[in-house]
């Protein structure tokens, strides 16, 4: 057994390090290959480069009990929570990190704004209800506009918007 331990363990110490057990050269990129990559790259200005998203998704421990409690409205992108806002206050995960919002403006079916230092949050429901019982009968495909960081513009997002009773 240690036999036919030993030629298979070789052969993928071989293939991890670099190497490959057929004998073919492995894909190394020579000294002039990778100085051109690196002359492209800082020839970049800022413009090419785009920043990662602002707002990320909510983490299960991101949303306190608090923020559980109904009446609450939430955001959502692509299925994943983003955005939780209720009479307890409003949570998004922003830069990276858990962002306790103050409510700022009128929250409800349509939208809401919300703030702290250096993040400004703006929901807008995109399209109207047919009637008054059908504002918290879905979510509603929504826009959120992330700004207040004078050094990146404001980010924009669709979603979807929903108030729970």
């Keep these: 057994m240690v036999r036919t331990l030993f030629p ?7 293939v991890a390090c670099g190497g490959r057990e057929d004998g073919a ?8 290959e990778l100085e051109n990559r690196l002359d492209k790259l800082a020839d970049r200005t800022s413009e090419d480069i785009e920043p ?14 608090e923020l559980r409690a109904r009446p609450a409205c ?23 990190r858990r962002v306790p919002l103050a409510v700022s403006g ?18 807008g429901r995109i399209e109207p209800p047919v009637g008054a019982a059908d504002e918290h009968a879905r979510p509603w ?3 959120v506009t992330i700004g207040g960081d004078r050094e990146r513009p404001l ?3 669709e979603a979807s918007w929903i108030c729970l009773r």
């Design 8 to 14: 298979c363990a070789a052969a993928l110490l071989l």
């Design 25 to 32: 050269e492995p894909r190394a990129n020579s000294q002039a």
């Design 52 to 65: 990662p998203d602002r707002l990320g998704d909510l983490l299960q421990s991101d949303v306190g009990p």
């Design 74 to 96: 939430r955001l959502s992108r692509n299925g994943r929570l983003i955005l939780v806002v209720n009479d307890a206050g409003a949570v998004a995960r922003i830069d990276g």
């Design 106 to 123: 009128p929250v409800g079916p349509t939208g809401a704004f919300l703030s702290a230092p250096g993040v400004t949050v703006s929901v």
């Design 141 to 143: 495909p929504a826009r």
């Design 155 to 157: 980010e924009k997002h």
